[in-house]
Nanobody
Framework: VQLQASGGGLVQAGESLRLSCVPS????????IGWYRQAPRNNRELVAS???????YYIPSVKGRFTISKDNARNSMNLQMNNLTFDDTAVYYC????????WGQGTLVTVSS
């Protein structure tokens, strides 16, 4: 099942964005999911993850600024991003974790300095 990200946009440094992720099939339950990103000329990297038990992981550069969460009632997952910096500029994807499935289009986050 493909997961679809949305909520990106253009913001200034220090501002916030909230990304959302929903499955392409409504019958699929969101369980262990990760947010990934790919900046220009960089490889895609894992940014944050949440597992079935609600345990979370963040890469050091976003820890304390980003919060990953699941909304079981809406069968969705969110990534709250605060105090954004220029280095957060990337296309953000949500996908299964730890083994990603097919990649969706992602959502572009652009942070102006």
């Amino acid at each position: 099942v493909q997961l679809q990200a949305s909520g990106g946009g253009l913001v200034q440094a220090g501002e916030s964005l909230r990304l959302s992720c929903v499955p392409s099939e409504v019958t699929f339950s969101v369980n262990s999911i990760g947010w990934y990103r790919q900046a220009p000329r960089n490889n895609r990297e894992l940014v944050a993850s949440i597992n079935m038990r609600g345990e979370t992981y963040y890469i050091p550069s976003v820890k304390g600024r980003f919060t990953i969460s699941k909304d079981n009632a809406r069968n969705s997952m969110n990534l709250q991003m605060n105090n954004l910096t220029f280095d957060d500029t990337a296309v953000y994807y949500c996908n299964h974790f730890p083994i990603p499935g097919p990649w969706g289009q992602g959502t572009l986050v652009t942070v102006s300095s």
